[in-house]
């Protein structure tokens, strides 16, 4: 990872699982980001946060991801990537080529799932509910991939589920 001239990089999140990568950058009231997505390496600048300065990071990823089939959701105070590892397997021990500990990188605990865990998440390529779900928290993703979530299903599964319809036993 490298910073260009002396601009600050924003905070960012990650998480992974054994096919995507999770990363949020963290910079609230972003406008027009500048998002640069290769295959070793994602690149981002833009304006914003509290002091409304220029923030710039480039991170070099440990192992190559698939750029074409990166999913995108800008936010108020993020930007959401989901990024498709091009080699299926075993958990990348980092995100970035480099060793050092970058003091603006963190672990995403919500988002994260230990590799032993993830044995019944099924394939995130075939939509499984798990990324539909995640994708629904963040928002409508405006991607540069082909294919777009299908959520017609997803209604009638909330509303199926949705424990405050019982009623609720007397007091005794």
């Known amino acids: 990872m490298t910073q260009e001239g002396q601009l600050p990089p924003p905070p960012v999140m990650w998480a992974q699982r054994r096919d995507i990568l999770f990363i949020t950058i ?5 406008k027009d980001p500048v998002l640069k997505i290769e295959p070793e390496m994602l690149h981002f600048k833009g304006l914003g946060g509290t002091e409304k300065k220029m923030h710039e990071i480039t991170i070099n990823l ?22 498709f590892k091009k080699e299926e397997g075993p958990y990348w021990p980092r995100l970035t080529k ?7 990188l963190k672990s995403d605990f919500n988002k994260w799932k230990d590799e032993d ?3 019944d998440e099924g394939d995130f390529e075939g939509g499984s509910h798990e990324l539909e779900e995640m994708m629904r928290h963040m928002g409508g993703l405006g991607g540069s991939g082909d294919s ?4 017609d299903d997803l209604a009638d599964e909330v509303d199926e589920m949705d424990s405050d319809d019982e009623d609720i036993p007397d007091l005794e």
């Open 62 to 83: 440990y192992k190559e991801i698939n750029p074409d089939k990166a999913m995108k959701n800008l936010g108020g105070r993020t930007l959401e990537l989901v990024l």
């Open 117 to 119: 865990d993830s044995d």
């Open 26 to 30: 963290c910079l609230e009231d972003c």
């Open 98 to 104: 480099e060793k050092t500990k970058a003091h603006w």
């Open 148 to 151: 777009k979530p299908n959520f």
